[in-house]
């Protein structure tokens, strides 16, 4: 119930009411340049009032980004993918297949144009999704993302499963979260994920939850939903090229 009750009070609802948000899902994988170009658009239609707020889930091909906040010293093997620099919060991390990537394009304005409360609701909802799951996710004050217990490593061992990273141009959002869900781990050590040397990552596969992607989008979905209001399934977005 903790983690309902959590979840309850990060609630980032649209205080005047609006359209549900559209919630699309694209097969495949989805090029990381196309997509940042796509959300910025889509971010200034929303900020404009021209597109409704969406939600769109992605697989990436493996590759790394560089936050904002992203050390130089950070990036183990720069051969080993693809690096691209981008503008939202936060270090380097790693996008691949087995990871669900959700690109969050919300009005802020029509919730609270709060960025740490928007942020606690984002780590609310992947804590709720982790719950679904019986898997503990929990905050740390220090770092940004969700974080699980590992005793079977150490008394104070702990993975990270999830990263949040985000813009916000005009209280429009985008960029957003990716879950762990059976991405190979190994990837992860090209880099210093997110800075944070002391601690691993982890997957809910990893974890020993057998569970296909299809199944985390429904959890996501129910999880998003109690937290930021209803959504309505649309089309994923015809990207160039596709």
């Given at each position: 119930?903790?983690?309902?009750?959590?979840?309850?009070?990060?609630?980032?609802?649209?205080?005047?009411?609006?359209?549900?948000?559209?919630?699309?899902?694209?097969?495949?994988?989805?090029?990381?340049?196309?997509?940042?170009?796509?959300?910025?658009?889509?971010?200034?239609?929303?900020?404009?009032?021209?597109?409704?707020?969406?939600?769109?889930?992605?697989?990436?091909?493996?590759?790394?980004?560089?936050?904002?906040?992203?050390?130089?010293?950070?990036?183990?093997?720069?051969?080993?993918?693809?690096?691209?620099?981008?503008?939202?919060?936060?270090?380097?991390?790693?996008?691949g297949p087995g990871?669900?990537?959700?690109?969050?394009?919300?009005?802020?304005?029509?919730?609270?144009?709060?960025?740490?409360?928007?942020?606690?609701?984002?780590?609310?909802?992947?804590?709720?999704?982790?719950?679904?799951?019986?898997?503990?996710?929990?905050?740390?004050?220090?770092?940004?993302?969700?974080?699980?217990?590992?005793?079977?490593?150490?008394?104070?061992?702990?993975?990270?499963?999830?990263?949040?990273?985000?813009?916000?141009?005009?209280?429009?959002?985008?960029?957003?979260?990716?879950?762990?869900?059976?991405?190979?781990?190994?990837?992860?050590?090209?880099?210093?994920?997110?800075?944070?040397?002391?601690?691993?990552?982890?997957?809910?596969?990893?974890?020993?939850?057998?569970?296909?992607?299809?199944?985390?989008?429904?959890?996501m979905r129910k999880?998003?939903?109690?937290?930021?209001?209803?959504?309505?399934?649309?089309?994923?977005?015809?990207?160039?090229?596709?």
């Open positions: 119930m903790s983690n309902l009750r959590d979840s309850l009070a990060d609630r980032f609802l649209s205080e005047g009411g609006s359209d549900c948000i559209e919630w699309a899902i694209a097969e495949g994988l989805t090029p990381y340049e196309e997509a940042v170009a796509f959300m910025e658009a889509r971010a200034q239609a929303v900020a404009d009032g021209r597109a409704r707020e969406l939600v769109w889930l992605v697989e990436h091909p493996p590759l790394y980004t560089a936050g904002t906040s992203a050390q130089p010293t950070d990036l183990v093997d720069p051969d080993r993918f693809p690096v691209h620099q981008t503008g939202r919060g936060g270090q380097y991390t790693y996008h990871q669900r990537v959700a690109y969050v394009m919300l009005d802020l304005r029509r919730r609270r144009p709060d960025l740490r409360r928007y942020v606690a609701a984002l780590e609310a909802w992947l804590i709720e999704t982790l719950a679904a799951f019986n898997i503990r996710g929990e905050r740390r004050e220090d770092r940004v993302g969700v974080w699980v217990r590992r005793p079977d490593k150490g008394e104070t061992a702990e993975d990270k499963i999830a990263a949040i990273g985000i813009r916000v141009r005009r209280w429009a959002t985008f960029h957003g979260i990716s879950l762990n869900v059976e991405p190979d781990l190994s990837h992860f050590s090209g880099i210093v994920p997110c800075g944070v040397t002391r601690h691993g990552v982890t997957s809910l596969v990893d974890l020993g939850i057998p569970v296909t992607m299809p199944e985390v989008d429904a959890v999880a998003f939903e109690e937290i930021f209001g209803p959504t309505e399934r649309v089309e994923a977005p015809l990207l160039p090229g596709h």
